[in-house]
């Protein structure tokens, strides 16, 4: 199993400015991956952590909202930029881990947009 | 692309008594099926995942979901909840990446004493 550290847990943010989630997993990982959940909604994938390349973003999300890094293997952060108030979301951080055929989630961080 | 459908928004339910979660897909492609569980104020957790094999499958807690290729679905079902099972259901798809996966909008579980 893995386990994903999130910090921060939740934040509230004045709109305009933005705020940067990061991600630390303790194993050996395989792929990383950024999920919003907007309230009362399901998941919904932001994008694919690329180690040392520009993360793949899924229909609807843009790089320059929403600015990704992976440095290296077990760590990543997530950006959202610009911030307003439709962006209070739950963020999470999800990572796969090597002979492992789930994955596994952070706590999440809960932001509120003002 | 895959797609997932819940049904239910919401399910409540009293203790000791049956219940059924609805999962739907849609795949292009093979797919393998998962349901995740989020208990309140604590991260997702998986709770069982169809791969292959047998289509039913089950969780250490008593949860068993059914894979039906034909009718494309994915239900979840318990003979009998407790009220620690009060929770949001996931039921998700993912297309041979494992890692990745589409999620339903969630099944919020009641059980009520």
């Known amino acids: 199993s893995a386990v994903i550290s999130q910090k921060p847990s939740r934040d509230i943010c004045q709109r305009g400015t933005s705020l940067t989630i990061q991600c630390q997993v303790d194993?050996?990982?395989?792929?990383m991956f950024w999920y919003r959940q907007q309230p009362g909604q399901s998941l919904t994938l932001i994008a694919t952590?690329?180690?040392?390349?520009?993360?793949?973003?899924e229909s609807g999300f843009v790089i320059d909202k929403f600015p990704i890094s992976r440095p290296n293997l077990t760590f990543s952060t997530l950006t959202v930029s610009n911030l307003s108030p439709e962006d209070s979301s739950i963020y999470l951080c999800?990572?796969?881990?090597?002979?492992?055929?789930?994955?596994?989630f952070g706590q999440g961080t809960r932001l509120t947009v003002v | 692309a895959q797609s997932v459908t819940q049904l239910d928004s919401q399910v409540p339910v009293f203790e000791e008594a049956p219940v059924e979660l609805r999962c739907n897909y849609s795949?292009?492609?093979?797919?393998?099926l998962f349901w995740y569980v989020q208990y309140p104020n604590q991260g997702l957790q998986l709770l069982l995942k169809?791969?292959?094999?047998?289509?039913l499958v089950e969780s250490i807690n008593g949860f068993e979901a059914e894979f039906n290729k034909s009718q494309t679905s994915f239900h979840l079902r318990k003979p009998s909840v407790h009220i620690s099972d009060t929770a949001e259901y996931f039921c998700?798809?993912?297309?041979?990446?494992?890692?990745?996966?589409?999620f339903g909008s969630g099944t919020k579980l009641n059980v009520k004493p």
């Open positions: 999800s990572a796969g881990v090597w002979r492992n055929t789930e994955a596994f």
């Open positions: 194993s050996q990982v395989t792929m």
């Open positions: 952590a690329n180690q040392g390349s520009e993360a793949t973003y």
């Open positions: 795949s292009s492609v093979s797919v393998y």
């Open positions: 169809y791969l292959s094999g047998s289509t």
């Open positions: 998700a798809v993912s297309d041979g990446n494992f890692n990745k996966f589409y």
